[in-house]
DNA sequence: CTTGGGTCCTGTGCGC
DNA sequence: TGCGCACAGGACCCAA
């Protein structure tokens, strides 16, 4: 569901309640998400001051004084709930009662130093956690084969150009491999396609050199928006406290199947087709 | 190796 | 109001 800049603006909300404090108690309500959680995991998480809190693609990733990291994905559905009792209402040594109680689907609990409740809710339970030694966290499964971060150095059109040679498979499978750039979702490869003016459809290794430096920019632009944005917000995206300032990022293509295409000059009509089984928008006028 | 399809899970919205 | 179906922001795993 989030992609990378929904896991950012989470991350950047999380920091302060996170970061330098200690988790005074977990909770984990079932011994799975995706895959199972890792063993003892409440137990490893309690009592360990949180000394970072940092952002790889899509995943959030809490550095721990112990010198283990918690890694954190949110797959489709899941959110970062973040509830901070009023201070007048909290009374010392009692703040647990503070919190709302559990509902469905609030599947993992921390209480953090500061009184902040941080509640892991994922109703399709795609999410995961698994913790790794911070040391080794790169090397660790889900994230060894990750490509570059679209919004780092490394990523650009001589990048794409030699990754893409030869490819066959459409560009919108191509980005959405995040073993070519991590942190793209269905969302931003259909923003960013429509931006660079290229076609869903059009095979991976038929884009030309300069094609591939307008996506690169198209890829980067889309995502600092959004960020700066505060993340888009849809359905299942939402803080429960609506105190992070989430806007409801209006997109160019996506969800907006029969609508006039916003391109200057275009008029073309936003359609919408099946890729693998994932919706994509584009303009079939602009977009080629 | 590359590419495409199925699958995990729950909720929501729509047409009938 | 109920029912069935399509669809939802991810990504692993396997088969061809």
């Known amino acids: 569901m989030p992609e990378l800049p929904e896991v950012e603006t989470v991350r950047r909300g999380l920091a302060p309640v996170m970061e330098g404090r200690r988790i005074l108690a977990a909770e984990a309500r079932r011994p799975d998400l995706r895959w199972p959680l890792p063993p003892r995991m409440a137990e490893r998480l309690t009592g360990q001051v949180v000394t970072a809190l940092r952002r790889r693609s899509k995943y959030i990733l809490a550095d721990l004084s112990g010198g283990e990291t918690l890694i954190i994905h949110l797959g489709m559905s899941g959110r970062m709930l973040i509830s901070a009792p009023k201070a007048e209402r909290a009374a010392p040594g009692a703040f647990h009662h503070e919190h709302p109680a559990p509902e469905k689907h609030d599947h993992v609990v921390l209480d953090m130093e500061g009184g902040a409740r941080i509640t892991f809710n994922d109703a399709r339970r795609f999410g995961a956690m698994d913790l790794a030694p911070t040391a080794e966290v790169e090397a660790h499964k889900l994230l060894a084969g990750l490509g570059p971060e679209p919004l780092g150095n490394t990523f650009d059109a ?7 040679a030869g490819r066959r498979m459409p560009m919108k499978a191509a980005l959405l491999d995040q073993r070519l750039v991590s942190g793209l979702g269905n969302i931003y490869v259909c923003e960013s396609l429509w931006r660079a003016g290229i076609g869903p459809e059009r095979l991976a290794g038929s884009v030309a050199p300069d094609r591939l430096e307008r996506l690169v920019a198209a890829i980067r632009a889309v995502l600092l928006e959004a960020i700066d944005a505060g993340g888009s917000s849809l359905r299942d995206y939402r803080q429960a406290d609506g105190d992070l300032g989430y806007f409801q990022h209006s997109f160019a293509v996506y969800g907006r199947e029969g609508q006039p295409c ?8 936003v359609s919408r087709i099946v890729q693998s089984g994932r919706s994509s928008f584009f303009c079939p006028a602009c977009q080629v």
């Open 158 to 164: 001589p990048y794409l150009a030699a990754r893409l």
């Open 262 to 269: 916003r391109t200057a000059g275009c008029n073309g009509t």
